[in-house]
């Protein structure tokens, strides 16, 4: 699937005022897939260390059934594009919210272990779809002008998805008396955090069926007069429909299908471009963003923090998570990409050297020491705000403008599927690496920030300001 990113080249293309705030609710609708992102991605936290006491498994097994749903995100991401260039991108969100909605009643109701993780991994094909397929869809139905702010719905919506999940999870803890395993309504706290996403995912499905399909997709498909009923909903009837539709289809027509034969490079098989999308893809996940948001409870309550206290600063990392993307979507187009991603490694390395220093210390009647409870804090606070500042945003905005038009696609989908796995690798293995030593751990995590540094001196290239034609 693929959606039409060059501005159109007539006169104005604005939406009029009164049809902006008809844009904005489809984008904010469409959006709700990217909320399902973050929620479903994080509210596992509020439920690990309840899963491992309840059946009884050690780390290592722990950590597979976290991990798990990331395989089911690397399936939904690689096909949710051929699914939706099949039967629309509404079909597919509606598929989506269906999935978001089993996975939510198996996962607070699981038989055993195995069906849990079962569960996991259908709500991460949902995850992967709503990753792909809400970004496309808003690109393909946004008026030029709004295109850059209302794509950018979709990363604010993941962030505020995960900082509900971790309002959810204490708010549920607290109504538990601060046991994950506590009873509410015959059922264990935990089993309440991941079930109810039902509410959301019923809602995401509901507003699927108060948008427009993409007139892009009805195009595709032969219908041009409901293309143009879209496209004057969106972009206001002043606009030449006519011209619009034959404006789609020759950007259509003109398209390169890139295939993985295009990516081959002499050495090391790839493309060096393809190399560096797969690094910044990488260097992103090993620092070890991803256990701030899958682990972050169980690691506060392993150094001593109570529950209620671990999940109240789970939400408030969340908040932080948002504050920084917001000052990178202010900062993207106007510093530039590569000096903020710089400035988040530094910050990140710094933030992460503190932490490994904090936990280094000997617990004292089960807890940090003072001194390095409040550094842990601070620095895991500090950590993922400037990850959030920087290579939380500005990767994604790097993959979709540095590759040339013949391989965008293709190379894309490389870059994301090595995220994944990197993502997966970092998920599955912190419990065991805590276990072994989780000073040493951020210090493996502080390496991976300083090492990003170098790499993007030496092989990412600004790409603010260049058009994508401008990409060789």
Known sequence: MTSTAKPPASGAREAHPDHLGHVIFITAAAAMGGFLFGYDSSVINGAVEAIRDRYDIGSGTLAQVIAIALIGCAIGAATAG?????????????IAAVLFTVSAVGSALPFALWDLALWRVVGG??????????????????????????????????VVGIAVSQLVNWAILNMADGDQRGEIGGLEAWQWMLGV????AMLYGLLSFAIPESP????????????????????????????????IETAMHREHKSTFRDLLGSRF???????????????????????????????????GI???????????????????????????????????ALVGSAGMAISLAFEAWAFSADLVDGKLPETQGVVALVAAHLFVLFFAL????????FLGEMFPNRIRAAALGVAASAQWIANWAITASFPSLADWNLSGTYVIYTVFAVLSIPFVLKYVKETKGKALEEMG
């Open 390 to 397: 920087s290579w939380g945003v500005v990767v994604w905005v």
């Open 82 to 94: 051929r699914i939706a260039d099949r039967i629309g991108r509404i079909r597919c969100m509606q």
């Open 125 to 158: 094909f949902a995850i992967g779809m709503a990753s792909v397929i809400g970004p496309a869809y808003i690109a393909e139905v946004a008026p030029a002008a709004y295109r850059g702010r209302l794509g950018s719905f979709q990363q604010a919506a993941i």
């Open 216 to 247: 892009r997709f009805l195009i595709s498909v032969g219908r041009k007069d409901r293309a143009k009923e879209v496209l004057a909903e969106v972009e206001g009837k002043g606009v030449d429909l006519d011209a619009r539709v034959r404006e």
């Open 306 to 340: 109570n529950p209620s206290s671990s999940f109240f600063y789970s939400f408030t990392t969340s908040i932080i998570n948002i504050i920084g993307t917001v000052i990178a979507m202010v900062l993207v187009d106007r510093v530039g990409r590569r000096p903020l």
């Open 269 to 303: 098989g790839f493309l060096p471009i393809v190399w560096v999308g797969i690094g910044l893809s990488v260097f992103q996940q090993l620092v070890g963003i991803n256990v701030a948001f899958y682990y972050s409870s169980t690691l506060w309550q392993s150094v």
């Open 197 to 200: 996403m039902v509410i959301p």
